[in-house]
């Protein structure tokens, strides 16, 4: 039987009395990629945010390989091997490459395979090795999102969530963090991509959840959804 590496189920989030998540749910598998879809205030930052415990949900669960893990502190869930991709990048800006690097780093966990160190990140972006010395702040946009996915990587996670690594980036440069992404993939890691390039998404994605208004509007295999599917233009699409 095939593994789950993390399991929601029932989740319900808020913020204050705006009640954000309603009842969601969902499965990633053990080595594969979810990519989570929805519009704008659709509610999957408040997802990834439930998931890493800087919001408490409400109601639900959360389970890391069969672990419940909701309602512990954001620190024990990144320890626990979940780590995080923010949507914005969010690097240090005044810290150095290597620096924003060396301050994420956590153990290996058991079974994690290869651990993630400095050479490993430096191997996997030679051009944040060429500026390891550099502050983060006067790095270009496609640096900085490399440095971001670095800095989860740090974290040697076992389920990895990127929360839009696209947005914002020059198309060469979305090409280039996609193949990434699949190399990653391609290695074995377990991971929940977020995103609103459908394309990208689809191109990467062995399941898709689609979400809207804070609920699962679809959850299947990448393959059933086409770009130009009517469930695409029903819940992606623009207004
Ligand atoms: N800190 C907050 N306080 C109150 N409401 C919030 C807060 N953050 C987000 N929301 C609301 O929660 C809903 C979901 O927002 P969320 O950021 O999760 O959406 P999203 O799908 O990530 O959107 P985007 O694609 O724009 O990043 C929106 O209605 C938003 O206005
Ligand atoms: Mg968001």
Known sequence: MATEALRLEGIDTYYGDSHVLHGLGFTLQAGRLLGLLGRNGAGKTTCMSTIMGFLKPRNGQVALFGEPVAGLMPETIARKGICLVPQGRRVF???????????????????????WNLDRVFELF??????????AGSLSGGEQQMLAIGRALMGNPR??????????LAPQIV?????????????????????????????????IVIINTGRVAFSGRADEVQIDSPIVAQHLGVF
């Open 93 to 115: 800006r005044s810290l150095t490459v290597e620096e924003n690097l060396m301050v994420a780093g956590l153990p290996a966990k058991n079974g994690g395979g290869r651990p």
């Open 175 to 207: 090409t280039e963090v996609g193949r990434t992404i699949a190399q990653l993939k391609a290695e074995g890691l377990s991971i929940v991509l977020v995103e609103q390039n459908i394309k990208l998404t689809l191109n990467l994605a062995d399941d």
């Open 126 to 135: 030679p051009r944040l090795k060429e500026r390891h010395a550099q502050v």
């Open 159 to 168: 389920v990895l969530l990127m929360d839009e690594p696209s947005e914002g």
